[in-house]
């Protein structure tokens, strides 16, 4: 494959590894880990034309940042100007010495022009002064932190002969000023050359403005920055337009106070306004700026069609009125408009989503596990179809029925309609994950994914994706996978081992995937044990991104919630440590933050883990141990906060957000996290501080950084007590604490570091149902204590409740920490006077019952362009 590419181009190849499934026999009877022989594929660089083969691991100037093997990935400048360079792929069994190559020819280009860049005025007074700013120039070839020096001529032309250009000379500068009365009135073109320092002067290129310069005492105004370069592409599912005028006032050219600012989108070709963008103003000194504050809606903008934004003004709101009355009529000159504006925009193209698309299946039924099913799409319509990005979903097909035909179609009843898909907004109820959707491939240029699948009827989803990130996506009904029969270790391992020679984790999590879903008979702790490993290698190789902790969440999920108590207590901890694994490389080495959609997806992966706790304590007969109990709290607690910790990376102070997953039996967790200031008191969904607590708390972290704020995170554990099951009954107030509990757990952060020190906090809980059985019980709150395992209502009281309003309100000296509220039974001592010294004692006390009242409902990838094979194993440029 040959590739073209600039010295300031980052540098990606791509191959895809396949290997034919192994058979069986390479497996042990009673094999625990993978053993089957594996792919192995290298990468090896010689510089054109005369350079040696090197392995590109002995290379160190070779900087390859994918965690895929089967990924090249060199970051910008790692090349010099006009050279040239070859890389070659290997793909070998484990045990063989010679494999199967594809080779890449690389041509860097020499290096190119500067880009220069003037922002003007459009109009300015001719008694006040403007700037000219060249400033935005730049260099592409140079790399972040080299010293650019770039030579700047500047050239003023009136448009009348007889004109002047008055004393404007400004020499080689970035930014050149023309004075106030050194213009007469008229229009002017000026325009900066711009070039290296160490190139000649024929190299510079340039770039012009026109400035009409009046006798009316309007402050000039600029658009800056621009928002798109002239004709460039935006997106038709932009809500708001990224424009912004600064209108530079002066003590000679103020800014009446009074003025009133409007944007318009305006058709570029006809100069016709299109719709009212409205203006808001904001004031610094002599300064204003200008932007809309009406955004756009579904038929604003057509595809394919050229637009601009316009800004005018008038004297008063009332005069802009009249004005824009003027210039929406539809006897409205077409040049109304441009005479009217104080600034217009470059021109934008409005960009269509992509359309059209389609998805095939092959083959559209099969065997869960052992059928490979391959999902294409094609076809889709785009102004840059070469740019598209595909992802891949399927989703169960609900309350319908697949029957597969023998010309290998399915038939349908009744009929399908696609529901629509909400894609971002984790709270809606058509939301992709509520609908139980599961990721195949993330965003790839790939236009294919293979994948084995769970038993089943489904339907598959792609969505595309076009490179200012408008997206679309269609699906086709299919495939109908029946269940295989029960599988032993060794074809497990067989059904791994082709996806892990692969290389590639998106397949590999959906091998893994369907087989959580089949059954191994007896053999279920194995098989669990065999695909949590598959899991931790495909983590390793993910790149840090929301999407691949979504996926791995979805899967962690089916995993455990599949496994039943088949799995242990340190299997469940190690689930719980690879969803963990993703979530600190997306803040270490992804966009350092968490999404809701990817909070949404975790919150349930964490319930789903913490059930299974206390289900395989019970079952494995360490209910109770102090071991169990640690490492469940250390998980599943600890992965609340990495969630949390990866939310609160995206407020600022004073910001604060909540999300929630929840079931339809009404289980769930919400989390509601904030960066609280000192300012007033605290109260976040149930947990309230006072703001002298929140200060002392900043004064005491001030010692070991500057913090303007307090983290706090509140986590509901809805009926889903992340204790049940695990605690020692016999240990303080555990027996009167059932399973499905509602517990509420804060964590208080200062400067990064989590607060264990003790702090008056007030958290507010469901009211508890009253236990069955009669006797006398007492409403107490209580606080799960660390060091002994248990549930302790020491230091913590009831400060009001109301069983009507469903609320008991806990008051708590000791602070962060896991509360809740029960019914407690009261132990009464009777003593009865036997005569003559002698007495009688009587304890009686009641059992709780474990019925809850039920807490509120919360909302909550080149195509393929060769091949080669070899001893069975194909290598194929892969379009990742």
Known sequence: LDVEMKREDPLQLAVDVSVPRIPTCFVEEDATEITVPTAVLSWSYRALPTGAWQPVTDLAWLQDLSPQVRILRLPAFTF?????????????????????????????????????????????????????DASASRDPSAQAGDTVDLRYTWLCSPATPAGSCGSFDPGNTASATVAGNDLAAGVYTFTVEVRRSSDDPSTAVSASAVVEVTAAAVPPVKVLPEPWRDTERVSMQVDMLEVAATVLGSNGCPVPPDWAWSWLLVDADTGIALKNLQGAVTVDGSTATVVPNQGLVAGDLVGGKRYLCALVRADSQADLADLLTGLFDVDASSTAVSTAA???????TADDVPTDGVVTLSPTSGESVRTRFVVR??????????????????FPLKDHTLAAEGDGSLTVAPAFAAPAVEWEDATSDS?????HGVPLRT?????????????????????????????????MVGPLVNEAAALDAAEIASALSGSLSSGDPEQILSSVNALSGASAGEGEGKKAEMLLGAMDSATDLQEPSDEGVQQTAVVMNNIVSNSGTALKIDQISKASDIVGKTVDALLTGGSGAISATTGTTLLGTVLTIATAFGNSAESGGNAGSIEAAEMAESSTLGLVEKVGNGMLAGLQDGESQEFSSMSEDGKGMIMAIVKATADADLDLSGVAVRSDQLQALLNGGRRLAECSSVAVQQTEWVQSNPYGGVLNPDLGLNMHVPRNADVTTVRVDVCGTAVSTAMEITVELPYPAAPAGGGEHELVCARYDKTTTSWSAASVTVDDSSQADNVVKCFSGLGAGSYVAIHRPVTTTTTTNMGDNETAMSTTSTTPSTTRRRAADAANHMASAGFALLACITLAISNA
């Open 443 to 475: 965003w790839s240029r790939a236009k294919s994914t293979e994948t084995v699948l769970p038993k089943g009827s489904f339907f598959a989803m792609v969505r595309a994706r076009d490179a200012l990130g408008g997206s679309a996506h269609t699906h």
């Open 342 to 348: 104080e600034a217009q925009t470059r021109p934008f």
């Open 377 to 394: 799409t094609a076809d889709w319509a785009d102004e840059e179809v070469s740019k598209l990005e595909y992802a891949f979903y399927y």
């Open 431 to 435: 939301h992709w994950r509520k609908l």
């Open 80 to 132: 010099g100007f006009d050279t040239m360079h070859e890389f070659k792929a290997t793909a070998r069994y484990d045990a063989d010495t010679t494999g199967a190559d594809l080779l890449f020819n690389i041509t860097v280009h020499a290096r190119g022009p500067v880009v220069a860049d003037l922002a003007a005025p459009q109009k300015a007074p001719s008694s006040c002064g403007f700037t000219l």
